[in-house]
C-alpha cells in the first residue's frame, strides 16, 4: 500500500508539473499562432455526428486590425465595459452578480464574467460549469493577459465565439448572416451579431427578434459611450 501510494503521489506530481509546461507552452504558442479548433467547436461536430445531423464548422479567422471597429466595440460594449480597463476580472461585476444571484435564490442565475474569462474558457477548457474549470479558467485568464494582452485576446475572442449552428467567429457570422466580410460589417449588423452571443444556436442576426432589436439599440447606445477603443 506505501508503494502503491508513493507511486500514486509521484505521478500525480509529474501530471501537474506537465500540464501546467504544456499550458504555458500553448499560451505562448498560440500568442503568434492562430488556435485551429477550440474545445466547443469538437464538442459540436460530436453532438452533430451523434444526432444524425450534416456536419457543419465555418470557421474562418480574420485578423483583428483588419476587422471593422465596429465589432469589437460592440462586443465590449456588450459583453465587458472594463475590458481595456481591468486585469482579467471585473470584481465589481462580481460583487453585483453574487447579490442578484443571491435574490434569485436558484432561478436564472447572472454571470460576471469578462472577455478575458471567456476567451481563457473557449479557447483551452469545457463548458461545463463546475469548480475545477472556474479554478483552472482564473489561471489561464492570467495568463493571457499577461503573456497575450488586450489586443490578443479580443481578436482571439472575436475570431472563435460561436456565432451560430456549426458558425464561429466574426468573418464567418458576418459572411453567412449579412454576405460580407467582417472587415465592411456595418455598426448596426456588429450589433445584432453581438446581440445573439448569449444563445447563438436560439437567435439569428439576420431575422432578430422584437428582444434581438432591443439588445441592439442597448448596444449601440452604449458604444456611442464608450466610444473607440485604444489598444
Given at each position: 500500500m506505501k508503494k502503491f501510494l508513493l507511486r500514486a503521489l509521484n505521478f500525480f506530481k509529474y501530471f501537474i508539473i506537465i500540464y501546467f509546461a504544456s499550458s504555458l507552452f500553448f499560451v505562448i504558442l498560440y500568442k503568434f499562432i492562430n488556435p485551429p479548433v477550440t474545445p466547443l467547436m469538437i464538442i459540436r461536430v460530436m453532438e452533430q455526428s451523434w444526432s444524425g445531423q450534416t456536419i457543419r464548422l465555418q470557421h474562418k479567422w480574420i485578423d483583428l486590425d483588419n476587422m471593422s471597429p465596429n465589432l469589437p466595440l460592440a462586443v465590449v460594449a456588450s459583453e465587458d465595459n472594463l475590458f481595456m480597463e481591468h486585469s482579467g476580472f471585473d470584481f465589481e461585476?462580481?460583487?453585483k452578480a453574487?447579490?442578484?444571484?443571491a435574490k434569485k435564490q436558484g432561478k436564472k442565475m447572472r454571470g460576471a464574467s469578462t472577455i478575458s474569462q471567456q476567451?481563457?474558457?473557449n479557447?483551452?477548457?469545457?463548458p461545463q460549469r463546475s469548480w475545477v474549470r472556474k479554478g483552472l479558467e482564473v489561471y489561464f485568464t492570467v495568463?493571457?493577459?499577461?503573456?497575450?494582452?488586450?489586443?490578443?485576446?479580443?481578436?482571439?475572442?472575436?475570431?472563435i465565439i460561436e456565432t451560430g449552428n456549426g458558425i464561429y467567429?466574426?468573418?464567418?457570422?458576418?459572411?453567412k448572416f449579412f454576405g460580407k466580410s467582417a472587415s465592411k460589417i456595418s455598426r448596426g449588423e456588429s450589433a445584432l451579431i453581438v446581440a445573439i452571443l448569449p444563445n447563438p444556436l436560439k437567435w439569428d442576426p439576420a431575422s432578430p427578434t422584437p428582444y434581438i432589436r432591443g439588445r441592439q439599440q442597448w448596444i449601440l447606445w452604449n458604444m456611442n459611450n464608450i466610444g473607440p477603443l485604444h489598444y
Amino acid at each position: 500500500m506505501k508503494k502503491f501510494l508513493l507511486r500514486a503521489l509521484n505521478f500525480f506530481k509529474y501530471f501537474i508539473i506537465i500540464y501546467f509546461a504544456s499550458s504555458l507552452f500553448f499560451v505562448i504558442l498560440y500568442k503568434f499562432i492562430n488556435p485551429p479548433v477550440t474545445p466547443l467547436m469538437i464538442i459540436r461536430v460530436m453532438e452533430q455526428s451523434w444526432s444524425g445531423q450534416t456536419i457543419r464548422l465555418q470557421h474562418k479567422w480574420i485578423d483583428l486590425d483588419n476587422m471593422s471597429p465596429n465589432l469589437p466595440l460592440a462586443v465590449v460594449a456588450s459583453e465587458d465595459n472594463l475590458f481595456m480597463e481591468h486585469s482579467g476580472f471585473d470584481f465589481e461585476s462580481i460583487e453585483k452578480a453574487k447579490e442578484f444571484n443571491a435574490k434569485k435564490q436558484g432561478k436564472k442565475m447572472r454571470g460576471a464574467s469578462t472577455i478575458s474569462q471567456q476567451t481563457a474558457k473557449n479557447v483551452f477548457l469545457w463548458p461545463q460549469r463546475s469548480w475545477v474549470r472556474k479554478g483552472l479558467e482564473v489561471y489561464f485568464t492570467v495568463l493571457i493577459e499577461f503573456v497575450w494582452g488586450k489586443k490578443r485576446i479580443l481578436e482571439v475572442y472575436l475570431n472563435i465565439i460561436e456565432t451560430g449552428n456549426g458558425i464561429y467567429g466574426a468573418e464567418s457570422a458576418s459572411q453567412k448572416f449579412f454576405g460580407k466580410s467582417a472587415s465592411k460589417i456595418s455598426r448596426g449588423e456588429s450589433a445584432l451579431i453581438v446581440a445573439i452571443l448569449p444563445n447563438p444556436l436560439k437567435w439569428d442576426p439576420a431575422s432578430p427578434t422584437p428582444y434581438i432589436r432591443g439588445r441592439q439599440q442597448w448596444i449601440l447606445w452604449n458604444m456611442n459611450n464608450i466610444g473607440p477603443l485604444h489598444y
